[in-house]
């Protein structure tokens, strides 16, 4: 398989009949892309797992059967898809989520999703070499994941400049931490 | 992977936390289905978040903290000493194996305060450490220190006064008030002062 095709050669590739390295090359370049949409709209890597496999498969049988007539289209169709399926996993969770009172909720260990990892302790030193608000805003932000009126009323300016503080602090805690800002 | 119009890292930081606009939001989709380098940037701004919640939920910060944040700790069954102070108050306390978090609540009249510095002085009252424009909600009547749980358990029994200032027009420093913290260890550990 020559690695250079991009996504919308593969998909005619696909499209022109059963070839299976173009379509294990396909997955291999579009399931972490999908995964880290669920993760961003699942919160869970289990979920996210779910969503990546379903939506394979559906854009596996659309590119087989010829459907996307525009390869160029594919991250739209792809996208489409994921909203679509998020949409169904979120029904499945909630009747998941009855089955779990009924049942009990530690059947299911949480799992961490594939992610870089990170000195802890050096990422304790970023953090407290922040200026005060900056520190406060980030900290407050991820550990509650809000982002709006709260923060800004307890740090008695808009939310815009929670916004800019945030941006700050991101970018100074990548430098920090070693990564490009 | 290289990519001609990478996405801000902050950007990505918002759009982890759902705080683009649906417009925005779906630019930033489309492109990170297309783009292996900002997703791997995204993962990278992923893993910084996990990182500042867990930083968060150990209690270790040393910063000014909101009532929500604590409301919020508190729900999640993490156990908070809090000491409250009126301003020139002092208090006798400690901190033990069982304790999450540790805050002291620092009453004081900040109505026209618009900047706050927090002093933290050893029992001579010399300064050691201030942070600087401390987040000040317009109207609160105190504000909520968190300590360093991890230096709070490990200092041996000893005095730290506290001080809230605020600036005049001409940068001149304000005292908003003074608070006395005699801590008595109720943990095993060095007899020492360490200061972190």
Same mark, same amino acid.
């Given at each position: 398989?020559?690695?250079?095709?991009?996504?919308?050669?593969?998909?005619?590739?696909?499209?022109?009949?059963i070839?299976?390295?173009?379509?294990?090359?396909?997955?291999?370049?579009?399931?972490?892309?999908?995964? $880290?949409? %669920? !993760?961003? =709209?699942?919160?869970?890597? &289990?979920?996210?797992?779910? /969503?990546?496999?379903?939506?394979?498969?559906?854009?596996?049988?659309a590119?087989?059967?010829?459907?996307?007539?525009?390869?160029?289209?594919?991250?739209s169709?792809?996208?489409?898809?994921?909203?679509?399926?998020?949409?169904?996993?979120?029904?499945?969770?909630?009747r998941?989520?009855?089955?779990?009172?009924?049942?009990?909720?530690?059947?299911?260990?949480?799992?961490q999703?594939? $992610?870089? %990892? !990170?000195? =802890?302790?050096?990422?304790? &030193?970023?953090?407290?070499? /922040?200026?005060?608000?900056?520190?406060?805003?980030?900290?407050?932000?991820f550990?509650?994941?809000?982002?709006?009126?709260?923060?800004?009323?307890?740090?008695?300016?808009s939310?815009?400049?929670?916004?800019?503080?945030?941006?700050r602090?991101i970018?100074?805690?990548?430098?920090?931490?070693?990564?490009?800002? | 992977?290289?990519?001609?119009?990478?996405?801000?890292?902050?950007?990505?930081?918002?759009?982890?936390?759902?705080?683009?606009?649906?417009?925005?939001?779906?630019?930033?989709?489309?492109?990170?289905?297309?783009?292996?380098?900002?997703?791997?940037?995204?993962?990278?701004?992923?893993?910084?978040?996990?990182?500042?919640?867990?930083?968060?939920?150990?209690?270790?910060?040393?910063?000014?903290?909101?009532?929500?944040?604590?409301?919020?700790?508190?729900?999640?069954?993490?156990?908070i000493?809090?000491?409250?102070?009126?301003?020139?108050?002092?208090?006798?306390c400690?901190?033990?194996?069982?304790?999450?978090?540790?805050?002291?609540?620092?009453?004081?009249?900040?109505?026209?305060?618009?900047?706050?510095?927090?002093?933290?002085?050893?029992?001579?009252?010399?300064?050691?450490?201030?942070?600087?424009?401390?987040?000040?909600?317009?109207?609160?009547?105190?504000?909520?220190?968190?300590?360093?749980?991890?230096?709070?358990?490990?200092?041996?029994?000893?005095?730290?006064?506290?001080?809230?200032?605020?600036?005049?027009?001409?940068?001149?420093?304000?005292?908003?008030?003074?608070?006395?913290?005699?801590?008595?260890?109720?943990?095993?550990?060095?007899?020492?002062?360490?200061?972190?």
């Amino acid at each position: 398989m020559d690695i250079e095709l991009d996504d919308a050669e593969l998909v005619r590739q696909i499209g022109c009949g059963i070839d299976r390295e173009a379509e294990a090359e396909f997955f291999r370049r579009i399931a972490p892309r999908i995964r $880290l949409y %669920g !993760l961003r =709209h699942l919160r869970d890597a &289990h979920a996210a797992d779910d /969503l990546t496999q379903q939506v394979l498969i559906t854009t596996l049988e659309a590119l087989r059967a010829g459907r996307l007539r525009e390869p160029e289209k594919l991250t739209s169709f792809v996208l489409g898809t994921c909203r679509m399926t998020v949409l169904d996993l979120r029904r499945n969770a909630q009747r998941k989520q009855r089955l779990l009172e009924q049942f009990g909720a530690d059947l299911m260990p949480p799992v961490q999703p594939s $992610l870089p %990892g !990170l000195d =802890h302790e050096k990422l304790r &030193h970023c953090v407290q070499s /922040l200026k005060e608000r900056e520190r406060a805003v980030v900290v407050m932000t991820f550990y509650h994941e809000q982002t709006g009126a709260d923060l800004a009323s307890f740090l008695s300016v808009s939310e815009a400049n929670v916004r800019v503080l945030r941006h700050r602090a991101i970018h100074q805690l990548r430098r920090c931490m070693g990564v490009d800002a | 992977m290289k990519c001609l119009n990478p996405i801000d890292a902050a950007v990505l930081a918002d759009y982890w936390l759902a705080a683009l606009t649906d417009s925005e939001e779906e630019g930033v989709e489309l492109h990170l289905l297309d783009c292996d380098r900002c997703g791997e940037r995204l993962r990278e701004v992923i893993a910084l978040a996990e990182g500042i919640r867990k930083l968060a939920r150990e209690g270790s910060l040393r910063m000014v903290v909101s009532e929500s944040f604590l409301k919020r700790i508190a729900e999640e069954g993490l156990h908070i000493r809090e000491y409250t102070l009126p301003a020139g108050g002092s208090v006798q306390c400690t901190v033990t194996a069982e304790d999450d978090f540790l805050v002291g609540r620092l009453a004081a009249n900040l109505t026209e305060a618009k900047r706050v510095d927090l002093c933290l002085c050893d029992e001579h009252g010399i300064e050691q450490l201030r942070l600087a424009d401390i987040p000040v909600q317009s109207g609160a009547g105190n504000v909520f220190y968190q300590e360093s749980i991890t230096f709070a358990k490990a200092i041996p029994t000893s005095k730290m006064v506290a001080r809230l200032i605020t600036f005049d027009e001409a940068g001149g420093e304000r005292q908003l008030g003074e608070y006395l913290f005699n801590h008595t260890r109720s943990m095993p550990g060095p007899g020492v002062w360490q200061p972190m």
